[in-house]
Each structure stands twice: as structure tokens, then as C-alpha cells.
């Protein structure tokens, strides 16, 4: 049963990723697709697409690793658009290769593509146009035949007969990922040996943001929630109800003067690098009468943690979030707080 059941997961998957990509390929043939750019963390976004693909290493001799520094500026990108770009280009990696490295590494190229000297992390002008991040997804896998590396971006490009039919796929992936990246004013180029393996490398420009994670955590100002995040908090509302449940009101006068007048309030730690979702479940949760601790990033829920001045009952963890995603976190939670002394919901408003 369960066997049947993963392969309808996996066959479903599989049929909405096609839908996907002909949708997003129609919208694209059209000049129909709109950017929806924001400040995206590319390490942490790189972290949450190796967990989601780590399946695909299934029977392999494969390691996924993510080499991206912590303080590399943020980029100015889609990121949903963004997630699709190294979804494709990770998964064709870990598919051509049987054994050895899926590597994702990143750095500070200038607008030829060149690694600029004197220029660190440290010194770089906030989104000087002069400058990009140049995102490169590396493999040891079976490589591309030259003759082919021109036609690899090509729509319903497979190579040869026996590639198709050893490894299958739409053709789609690189091509809608190529129009992608320029979309975002990028480029997209590979370089591959056969036998050796392959290095897909794409730019993208860099945000004028910055994240500090030493800022104190913040009480921003009430905010009006959007459909996606009432979604996303009666879902937190839903699993707070259902297991965290607090003294109930008992409607007999009398016995009510035996209930104690100071109830203890169970201590959340909610992390979200987005203001504005915080603020919204800061809201739901104070109304159901829970004390609520807020934290804007990774770094800053474990700093608060690590003081060691105050006991949570839960913490609410964002996935995706700048410099650490929630994945991180969680790891570095559970070195020293076993899931029984400290539960943790991870949180996504992604599908």
C-alpha cells in the first residue's frame, strides 16, 4: 500500500510540474509572465530545494552540497521563479549523475562575467549595476557532448535517443530556466565534459538590501493580512487548538471560584523573516492568549535561545529565510533540544 501510494505521489508530482511548465512556457511564448521581484537569501533558498531534492538521490553514491557563504549580498529576483531555475537545474544534476558531487556555490562577478579583484563581500556597493551574483550548479555526472552544448536551452531539446529513453524528462526545464534567468536581466551558460560532469552558471542582479542579523527582534505596527497568510494561520491556529490547549472558561459560578485567577500562558517563539507575517500571527496567537516572542531571522531565534533566559513551549519556524532556512535552524535546535522538550512547527506559505 504504501509503495502504491508514493508512486501516485510521484506520478502526481511529475504531471503538475509538466502542467506547470507548459503554463509558465505558453505565459513566456506570449510575453505574458510578470516578475514579482523581491530581497532573496540565495543560500537559504539553495538549502530548501537540496532538502526537496534529496529524495531524487535514492540507490545513488551522491552528495548534495551547498558551498553558498552566509554573507553573500541578497539577490534581486522572483523567487518563486528563482526556486524553478535551481529546481531544474539541481535535478538534472543529481538525474546524469550517479556517484560523486552535486555541488551549489555562488559569487561576485562583474557584468562580463569575470570574478572582480579588490572587490569582498565586505566593500561591495549596494547594488551597483556594475556587479552580479553568478549562481553555478556543478556535477560529476555523464557531461554533455560538445556538439550538443548549443542546443541544450532549446524547447523539447533531450538529446540523444538513448539519454531520452535512460533518463526521460519534458525538454522544457532548461529552456523555461534560460528565459527565466534573463527575464531577470541574467544570463545563463554551461560548461561540460563528457564522462567528467557539468557546470550550469547563471547571474542575477544584486538587491540594494541588506540583513543584519544582530538587529533586536522588532514589534512592527499592525499590518492588513493578505489571503495567503489567513491561510497560513489557521493552519498554525488549527494545530495550536488541537495540541496546546489552554484552561477553559467553566461556566458554573461557583466552581469558578476555584480556578486559580493567574493562569499560566504557554510561551511561543515565532521566527519569520517577514515583518508582516509576524505581525500577523503575533495577532492570531495573543488572542488566544499566548505569550508571544518574536524573531526576524535564524541567527536571532538562536541567539534568543542560547541566552537561556526564557523557556518556549513551541517555536512557529519559517522555511525560507535569508542567511539560515528554517531547515537549519531546526538542525542546530535539535543538537541540544530533543522534539519532546521543545516541538517545532516549520511554516511555509509556499505550495
Given amino acids: 500500500m504504501y509503495h502504491s501510494l508514493n508512486a501516485q505521489q510521484l506520478s502526481g508530482r511529475r504531471l503538475n510540474e509538466l502542467v506547470d511548465n507548459i503554463l509558465d512556457f505558453a505565459k513566456l511564448k506570449n510575453h505574458k509572465l510578470e516578475l514579482q521581484l523581491q530581497s532573496v537569501g540565495l543560500r537559504s533558498i539553495v538549502e530548501v530545494i537540496l532538502t526537496v531534492c534529496e529524495p531524487l538521490t535514492a540507490g545513488k553514491d551522491l552528495q548534495l552540497i551547498n558551498v553558498i557563504a552566509p554573507e553573500l549580498p541578497l539577490v534581486l529576483a522572483d523567487e518563486n521563479r528563482l526556486q524553478q531555475i535551481l529546481y531544474n537545474l539541481i535535478g538534472n544534476a543529481i538525474k546524469f549523475t550517479e556517484s560523486g558531487i552535486v555541488e551549489i556555490s555562488a559569487k561576485i562577478v562583474d557584468t562580463d562575467g569575470e570574478t572582480p579583484l579588490g572587490v569582498s563581500l ?9 556587479f552580479q551574483i553568478a549562481v553555478t550548479v556543478s556535477d560529476t555526472g555523464i557531461g ?50 563528457v564522462g567528467i560532469g557539468s557546470h550550469f552558471t547563471f547571474t542575477l542582479p544584486i538587491s540594494p538590501e541588506t540583513i543584519h542579523p544582530s538587529e533586536p527582534a522588532i514589534n512592527p505596527q499592525p499590518v492588513t493580512k493578505t489571503n495567503g497568510l489567513e491561510s497560513k494561520n489557521n493552519r498554525i491556529k488549527n494545530y495550536l487548538t488541537s495540541n496546546l490547549k489552554l484552561p477553559q472558561a467553566v461556566p458554573n459560578a461557583a466552581y469558578q471560584a476555584d480556578v486559580p485567577l493567574q493562569v499560566e500562558q504557554f510561551k511561543l517563539l515565532i521566527v519569520d523573516d517577514d515583518p508582516i507575517n509576524l505581525q500577523v500571527l503575533n495577532n492570531h496567537l495573543s488572542l488566544q492568549n499566548y505569550s508571544v516572542i518574536q524573531a526576524l531571522n535564524g541567527e536571532q531565534a538562536l541567539s534568543i535561545l542560547e541566552s537561556g533566559q526564557q523557556h518556549f513551549d513551541l517555536i512557529i519556524l519559517d522555511i525560507m529565510m535569508p542567511r539560515m532556512s528554517g531547515y537549519e535552524v531546526c538542525a542546530k535546535l535539535r543538537e541540544k533540544y530533543p522534539s519532546h522538550e521543545l516541538p517545532v512547527v516549520m511554516l511555509t506559505a509556499k505550495n
Avoid: M
Avoid at 122 to 130: T, V
Avoid at 169 to 179: A, E, I, N, R, V
Fill in 122 to 130: 565586505s566593500n561591495l556597493p549596494p547594488s551597483s549595476p556594475d
Fill in 144 to 193: 554533455i557532448p560538445a556538439a550538443n552544448l548549443d542546443r541544450i536551452f532549446e524547447a523539447f531539446e533531450q538529446g540523444d535517443g538513448s539519454t531520452v529513453r535512460q533518463y526521460g524528462g519534458t525538454g522544457l526545464g532548461l529552456t523555461l530556466s534560460k528565459q527565466f534567468v534573463e527575464l531577470h536581466g541574467g544570463k545563463i551558460y554551461a560548461a561540460s565534459q
